[in-house]
């Protein structure tokens, strides 16, 4: 059908407005072009001709800053300190062995050192940073970072690294950081990328290792944007890393430096317990080495000297060392006497000075013997024959039953390496070990602490602020967590009758302060500070019937590895407890001689918050204590928080 002419003028009408609609369109379309051309050919060539010539943007992750270790008193005992370092990324350094002759102009490096930054290199991702120096001198960081468009895939950076600010003092307990190995890191299932960065730092033993994942914190990132060349041009974005957790611990570091220094060069360790709450307020074990050496990366020989070093300095001697305790033990024996009837107080068993079982003589350390010994009196004069004749009625059962309540033969659970279960033997014990029926001899050994019986001079400790309480009180290590205070149990009541604890401590205050006690010399005559102690000594060798004949050869004419081991443990204020302190010395000869000066000097130290008056010493020993005073380096703590009160 034909249109008329008004509906033709009217199509016409509607299609002219259709294209000028569509011109408008297409001009501001072609308008916006034009604008985004201009922008992108003048106002932002320079970055799209970098863009263009290769730059990427990159994912850099920031280390977190490794949590502190503080005293006590807020005293820093673990920190960091400020690292100057270079790495090297394979992927962004092209030709990496021009790159690191160029960095042998700016820092000495050695033809076997650059060998091995390559073959470190090559082993690794094309994407992983490895170390190439680090605690670089300003000079030397500055002058890398000023030839950096000469340097590509080498990054220079300000880091942290640990830092032992007390030197040998913490070491054994703190232990130290390293880099992480792949050893390290085989032994976790899902590694945190951060572990992967070149020396990041891990630790290795010690609260360090134990405390990890509290003390290495969370990683950060940055965005930043990198040329072909591999050279940063700028940092886009940055997320910063969260440091780890600020642990508290219970140490005292005037006290655990005190005790260190008066263990000096001996192979010896040292425990001090507060049997009130169970901290840990010194815990030495000498010699000792400086753990910042591995953190800076120790030398060969540095090693090798530890490693045959025959006072053995890497092994914590405190946890890891057991020995058999000798007289010290014989407060097991005799609460374990005590407590199954088998005697009282009173009783009393006659020392001829030996005592002869199944045609064996078994000697006690006085050849002419004590003569009638009751059971205060056998502490104090540590008569073995008595002993001999208790182990006898009461079997090793109970006496081993007795020394895992007192904390012998208990692996306790502290945040250290290696901690010790030691052995409290029975008769099922002997029959797992060595299938064999257990022998009568073999228990007059281990009531006098011998044979098979092993403690370490922290079960010791324990054992001692058990029988100076009464309760089950038990060491621990960590007082707060990023001032997350950490809870101290009630410790509940042995289940020993206080009538005869009483007597076992009756006994101990004995050795110190009767005319006849065997520690009677390094007694404390401050009467608020009255001691109470047991001394020891362990044999090391097997004395034959032919060099009794003719009198046991003396100590100090033996090898030192062939003379006897010197214990004491002590407890103090006598009437009011407050610390317990145990002292081992390897081949150190008599614990009254050698362990209880030492135990007394420390204890003494944690009794006066410090140097104690010279008044407190015996009037004959003050001339000595001055000198040994005198040769001492101390480092007293630097406090921050409060102190606890003195005793």
């Not at 940092?235 to 430096?257: F, K, P």
């Not at 009130?276 to 120790?298: C, E, H, M």
């Not at 006497?337 to 088998?342: I, R």
């Not at 228990?443 to 403690?455: C, R, T």
Request: glycine share 10%.
């Amino acid at each position: 059908m034909r249109k008329s002419e008004r509906e033709v003028v009217e199509s016409n009408r509607l299609i002219t407005r259709r294209v000028l609609m569509l011109g408008v369109i297409q001009a501001a379309v072609v308008s916006a072009l034009g604008l985004k051309l201009r922008s992108m050919q003048v106002e932002h060539a320079d970055e799209y001709r970098m863009l263009s010539d290769g730059n990427s943007i990159k994912i850099r992750l920031l280390p977190p800053a490794r949590g502190l270790i503080l005293d006590r008193h807020g005293t820093i005992i673990a920190g960091n300190e400020q690292n100057y370092r270079v790495t090297l990324t394979r992927e962004e350094a092209g030709d990496v062995s021009a790159v690191i002759a160029r960095l042998r102009h700016i820092i000495p490096m050695t033809d076997r050192q650059a060998a091995d930054i390559l073959e470190e290199i090559h082993k690794r991702s094309a994407i992983t940073p490895v170390l190439v120096a680090d605690r670089l001198s300003w000079p030397a960081f500055s002058s890398i970072a000023l030839n950096a468009p000469a340097l590509p895939g080498v990054t220079p950076e300000a880091g942290l690294s640990r830092s032992y600010p007390r030197g040998g003092d913490f070491a054994h307990v703190l232990g130290y950081v390293g880099p992480v190995s792949d050893y390290d890191l085989s032994k976790i299932e899902n590694p945190d990328p951060v572990l992967r960065l070149p020396e990041f730092q891990l630790g290795k033993v010690g609260m360090e290792t134990k405390l990890e994942e509290a003390l290495r914190g969370k990683a950060g990132s940055r965005r930043v944007e990198v040329n072909s060349a591999g050279r940063e041009m700028r940092e886009l974005s940055r997320q910063e890393g969260q440091q780890g957790a600020t642990v508290q611990t219970t140490l005292d570091a005037g006290l655990q430096n005190f005790a260190t220094q008066r263990l000096g060069i001996e192979s010896a360790a040292a425990v001090v317990m507060d049997v009130v709450n169970g901290d840990i307020l010194a815990i030495s074990s000498s010699p000792v080495f400086d753990p910042n050496k591995f953190v800076r990366g120790i030398s060969g020989p540095d090693y090798r000297a530890l490693m045959e070093h025959d006072h053995r300095p890497l092994a914590d001697k405190t946890v890891q060392g057991v020995y058999p305790p000798g007289s010290t033990f014989k407060m097991v024996t005799l609460l374990a006497g005590l407590e199954s009837g088998v005697i009282n107080s009173g009783s009393s068993f006659y020392c001829p000075g030996y005592t002869t079982v199944a045609g064996r003589r078994f000697h006690c350390w006085s050849r002419g013997g004590h003569g009638m010994v009751d059971a205060l009196h056998s502490l104090e004069h540590s008569c073995d024959v008595y002993y001999y004749e208790l182990a006898q009625r009461v079997g090793i059962d109970r006496i081993a039953a007795m020394a895992r309540q007192l904390g012998i033969g208990v692996r306790h659970d502290l945040p250290m390496s290696a901690i010790a279960e030691g052995i409290a033997p029975d008769r099922a014990w002997k029959r797992a070990r060595y299938d064999q029926e257990w022998q009568v001899g073999d228990s007059l050994n281990a009531s006098i602490g011998q044979g098979y019986v092993l403690a370490s001079p922290l079960q010791l400790a324990v054992m001692t602020a058990r029988v100076a309480t009464g309760r089950a009180v038990s060491p621990r290590l960590v007082r707060a967590i990023d001032g997350q205070a950490e809870q101290v149990p009630e410790w509940p009541a042995l289940d020993i009758h206080p009538l005869h604890l009483r007597t076992a401590r009756g006994g101990m205050d004995a050795v110190m302060n009767s005319p006849r006690g065997t520690a009677r010399r390094s007694r404390i005559v401050a009467p608020e500070w009255q001691m109470a102690g047991k001394t020891g000594t362990s044999q090391v060798r097997n004395i034959t019937a032919a060099e009794r004949a003719r009198g046991v050869i003396s100590n100090d004419q033996l090898p030192w590895n062939r003379r006897d081991h010197a214990l004491f443990v002590c407890f103090a204020p006598y009437n009011a407890p407050r610390y317990a302190v145990s002292v081992v010395v390897e081949h150190g000869g008599g614990g009254g001689a050698v362990a209880a000066p030492i135990a007394r000097d420390i204890l003494l130290y944690a009794l006066a918050d410090g140097l104690p008056p010279l008044s407190a010493y015996p009037e004959g020993e003050r001339a000595k204590v001055r000198e040994i005073w005198s040769g001492m380096k101390l480092t007293p703590s630097t406090r921050k928080g409060e102190g606890r009160a003195r005793a």
